[in-house]
Every structure is written in C-alpha cells, then in structure tokens.
C-alpha cells in the first residue's frame, strides 16, 4: 500500500455493492484501486488485484475515474471532505442512494472542485453487477458519459437519463413507489384468496397475467398525462369508485386489512369531487403533482 498507485479506476466503498463493483471492473481486466473506512472489506478483492489506498485522498489520486459507492450521503461528504486538489481533471461517479436535491448539490460541490461528476443509481442486486441484467442509470453531461461509457458498462447496462443530475434519484424513487406498489397490491391479494384456502403460490400466475395487462395500459395513460386529456376509454372514475368499495367491504368483512384499497378510493374520490368523474383513471395525476404543476 502506497500513496504511488496509479490504476485505471478507483472504488470507493466496499460494502456488498463496492466489493461487486470493484470485483466486475477487475475481472473486465481494469486495474481497480480500493478505499474503505474498514480496510479488511478490501481482503477478498486483493487476490484478484485489487490496488488498496491507504487513504480516500490516495484512491482518488490514483485514477481518472472515482466511483463511489457508501451508505448514505453524509458519509460521502466526511470522506470527501480533505479530498480537494485530487479531484480536479477528474471524475466522480457517485453510485451512493440519494435524493435528488442530494445529487444536485453534490454536483456544485465536485464541479467547484474542477471536477466532472455523474450522479447514479444501481437497479439490482450486488451478484448481478458485471451483467447486461445489472441496470445502472446515470446522469450529469452526455459527453462525459459517453467519453465514460466502456467503464460505466463493464459494470452492468449502463443507462444515461440527461443532464439533470438529479435525474438518477428520482428515476430510483420512481422505481421504487412502483415495486412496492405491485408488492403490496400482491400481498393484499394473497390474504384475500387466503381466506378461501387458496396459497400464494396459485394466485401468483393470476395476479402475474393482471400486472402484465395493467402494464399494457400505461402508455396510453402516459400520452393522457401529458396531454392534459384523460379521455374515459375503458372506464370512468366513477366506475372505479364503485369497485374500490366493493373491494373494501370484501377485504373487511373476510377479515383482510383494507387500508390499501382505501387509499385507492380515497384518491379516487377527492379526482371525482375536483370534477373528474367521468374522466379515465389518468385523471389521478392531479393528486399526485403539486399543486402549481397538476393537471
């Protein structure tokens, strides 16, 4: 260990997700230095050549390129907070979870440091990285993505969204609401069928085969959104209320809880009382934006 080494990129954070990033740029053949708080997480990564620093103001001298991978904002910026001069003419690829506020002013910070930066979000789990399945969506400028884009791949597919560095946070919490959305519709509807004996396991093709086809309608209700027309082709609110409550009263009289499908209609039915009634589902929107940008 020494402050000398030179590599081609530089890992900073070896929790389970910066020892599978590091781990994939090595064995794409890029020589990787590694900095962690706790210098034993490196232990596994140095057989197969991993460079370790001996300090985060090393790591990130070292290479051309830092990406950083820690639990949170806060510990990025105590990391970074001696690493000045060695950024400038660099870039920092910061695959931290944020918001994007976070991500936003992260990239004055850097920039002021005469740095570039991309701001990303990794959308799979740490033994996917390396593959084309492993998504990772960046942001920040398009020519430092692209001059970027044979080291950004090797760890998965990598996904530029636009200059916006916020954009990645966003794109993540937006994938997220959408995940546990499906998965608590699921699970509701496993403790339904679940009064009736019927396992989990034989609703899921079902409820499977109704995700698909819900999924078929979204780019229908996308061209709705934004056009600000939210034409009542398969159904109207008010028909949507009448199934909301009579899934509630089912879920409450089996037992099942029913604050789910309570927040369906209780959305539904401040759309209706805005004068949406016999407008599509897409009316919904207005509930969700804020109020100076609803539709």
């Known amino acids: 260990m020494n402050s000398r080494i030179r590599s081609d990129v530089t890992v900073i954070g070896l929790g389970l997700m910066g020892r599978a990033l590091a781990g994939a740029l090595l064995r794409a053949g890029h020589s990787t230095a590694v900095w962690n708080r706790t210098a034993v997480k490196a232990e596994e990564l140095l057989p197969h050549g991993a460079l370790l620093s001996d300090t985060a103001n090393d790591a990130v001298e070292a290479s051309s390129v830092t990406i950083t991978c820690v639990s949170d904002y806060q510990s990025l910026q105590q990391i970074l907070a001696s690493v000045t001069d060695e950024l400038d003419g660099r870039l920092l690829v910061n ?66 969204l636009g200059e916006d560095h916020g954009l990645s946070a966003l794109y993540d919490a937006a994938g997220l609401t959408m995940m546990w ?81 309570r927040l369906f209609k209780a959305l539904v039915d401040r759309a209706i009382t805005a004068g949406h009634a016999g407008n599509s589902y897409a009316a919904l929107i207005g509930q969700f934006t804020p109020k100076s940008t609803a539709a």
């Open 181 to 261: 959305g499906i998965l608590n519709a699921w699970l509701h509807g496993v403790a339904l069928l679940g009064t009736a004996g019927v396992d989990a396991a034989d609703y899921t093709p079902f409820a499977a085969q109704m995700a698909h086809g819900t999924v078929g309608w979204l780019t229908g209700y996308a061209e709705q959104v934004d056009s600000g027309t939210h034409r009542p082709d398969d159904a109207t609110l008010t028909t949507h209320a009448g199934g909301m409550a009579h899934l509630i009263e089912e879920s409450e009289r089996l037992g099942v809880n029913s604050e789910l499908p």
């Open 95 to 160: 695959l931290t979870s944020g918001d994007s506020a976070q991500a936003r002013e992260m990239a004055g910070w850097v920039r002021q440091r005469g740095a570039d930066y991309l701001d990303g979000a990794i959308m799979a789990i740490p033994s996917a990285i390396g593959s084309a399945e492993a998504v990772v969506l960046l942001s920040g400028s398009k020519v430092v993505f692209e001059k970027h884009q044979p080291v950004l791949d090797t760890l998965g597919t990598a996904v530029y």
